[in-house]
């Protein structure tokens, strides 16, 4: 039994050297897992799952075709890809998970997050986070036609690029007390999170018991994964040409 985890992909037309990455992983490493799971922001944005487009027509097929060879894939919103819905689940065979998830993996307890939750002192976007997950948001988000989607999706991506470069670094990261304190609720020894951008594995107690905290990166010059059996736990690295 081995588990494969990935995160903030951010799947996009203009970077396809990224996406050709993606496909390759799924058809080598992913396939050699039992269990994938994709901590969020598979994609640079997702403005609905009524939104057709050679990308995501190609990813489709790609994780439904992984899904027949008997691996499981797993998925959680991100802060880009938040509109996945039950269509697109459909689609792929993924299942969808609640953010934070709590599994346990050969007796470890770990949690699983995107990790913009542990982001609190980024007290705008925690703002908007929490505006854009209100049911009737997004409800209101999704009845609008899709090209006024796009454009609105555009104009907050430019505003978030302009946000991120005036925060400073501490602000961007998680906070250490929601780490300790999510990490004492849910009364687990590994969490595992993306987000960030800041791949690293952390060593940390929690309640005077050793504990671990490790962050995916996200895929841009190098692909970033855990991969993780009965024997190790890694973080591991593979360039993107």
């Not at 996945?84 to 993924?94: N, V």
């Not at 962050?215 to 973080?235: F, P, Q, R």
Request: aromatic share 8%; with cysteine.
């Amino acid at each position: 039994m081995a588990y494969c985890f990935i995160s903030d992909l951010h799947l996009q037309e203009e970077k396809p050297e990224v996406t050709e990455a993606f496909l390759s992983f799924l058809d080598s490493t992913a396939r050699e897992a039992q269990h994938l799971y994709i901590l969020g922001d598979l994609f640079e944005v997702w403005i609905g799952d009524d939104f057709k487009s050679e990308l995501s027509h190609l990813i489709k097929e790609k994780l439904l075709l992984l899904k027949a060879t008997s691996t499981s894939v797993f998925a959680m919103h991100g802060n880009r890809d938040f509109l996945i819905g039950e269509r697109f689940c459909e689609d792929t065979g993924i299942t969808l998970l609640d953010d934070p998830y709590k599994l346990d993996l050969f007796g470890k307890a770990t949690l699983l997050m995107h990790g913009d939750l542990l982001c609190t002192k980024d007290v705008d976007y925690q703002e908007f986070r929490n505006m854009s997950r209100n049911p009737q948001w997004r409800k209101e988000f999704l009845n609008k036609p899709i090209e006024e989607r796009e454009r609105m999706a555009e104009a907050l991506r430019l505003d978030s690029k302009e946000a991120t470069n005036l925060k400073k670094d501490e602000i961007m990261d998680v906070t250490p007390e929601a780490v300790e304190e999510i990490m004492t609720l849910h009364n687990v020894e590994l969490l595992i999170h993306g987000h960030t951008h800041r791949p690293k594995v952390h060593s940390l107690e929690i309640n005077e018991i050793p504990a671990q905290r490790i962050v995916l990166g996200d895929w841009d010059k190098s692909a970033w994964y855990i991969w993780m059996d009965n024997k190790s736990c890694e973080l591991k690295e593979l360039p993107i040409a």
